[in-house]
C-alpha cells in the first residue's frame, strides 16, 4: 500500500524592478526680443529658483520625489520624467504530495511544484512593477501640477523684463507702474 508524503519546495526570485514615466511640454513665451535675449532671461529666472544650468544650455532641476524637470530655454521645451528604480526578493513556498519519499516520481512533484512557484514569484514581481509604474505615473502628474503655476510665474517675469528691455530700447523710459495682483505692467516711454 502507498503512503502519501508531503513534498514542498522553496524558491526566492530577486528582481531589479524600473518604472518610468515622461511628459513634455512647450512654454509659450512672447517674441519680444530676439530668441537668444529670450532664451537667456528664461534661463536667469530658472536658475533663481533652483534650476542648475547644465553643459549642453539646458537647466536642470531634481526633485526628492525621484522627478525631475528639464527647460531649454531658447526652445521654451519642457521634459518632466519621474523614475524609480527598487530590487524586490520575493520568497515563496508550495507544497504538493507524492506517493514515494525518493526516486524519480518525488523529483517530478518537487520540479512541479518548482516551476509553478516561480510562475506565482514572477506574477508578483509583474505586480509591483505594474504599482511602481502607477506610482510613477501619479508623481509625475502632481509634479506637472505643481509646476504649472511656477511656470505661469516664470512667463510672466520673463515678459515683464523683456518688455521693459524693449521699452528701453525705444526711448526713455518715464514710467513704470506694474500691478502684481492683476499682473498688469504700464510703461510710459519718451520716443
Do not use: W
Amino acid at each position: 500500500m502507498s503512503r502519501a508524503y508531503r513534498i514542498r519546495v522553496q524558491e526566492s526570485l530577486t528582481r531589479d524592478l524600473r518604472a518610468e514615466d515622461s511628459i513634455e511640454t512647450q512654454l509659450e513665451i512672447l517674441e519680444i526680443l530676439p530668441p537668444e535675449q529670450m532664451g537667456e532671461l528664461l534661463a536667469q529666472e530658472l536658475e533663481q529658483r533652483g534650476f542648475e544650468r547644465q553643459n549642453d544650455g539646458t537647466l536642470l532641476r531634481h526633485e526628492d520625489n525621484g522627478t525631475s524637470v528639464e527647460v531649454e530655454p531658447c526652445t521654451g521645451k519642457v521634459v518632466i520624467r519621474s523614475e524609480a528604480k527598487e530590487t524586490v526578493i520575493l520568497e515563496g513556498s508550495k507544497e504538493g504530495f507524492g506517493y514515494e519519499d525518493f526516486g524519480a516520481r518525488r523529483k517530478q512533484v518537487e520540479e512541479n511544484l518548482s516551476k509553478e512557484l516561480q510562475e506565482d514569484l514572477a506574477q508578483r514581481a509583474e505586480r509591483q512593477q505594474g504599482e511602481m509604474q502607477t506610482e510613477t505615473t501619479n508623481r509625475l502628474q502632481k509634479e506637472l501640477d505643481d509646476l504649472q503655476p511656477e511656470v505661469a510665474e516664470v512667463i510672466h517675469r520673463v515678459t515683464a523684463e523683456a518688455l521693459k528691455r524693449k521699452a528701453s530700447q525705444m526711448g526713455e523710459i518715464k514710467e513704470i507702474s506694474e500691478d502684481a495682483e492683476s499682473g498688469s505692467l504700464t510703461i510710459k516711454v519718451e520716443v
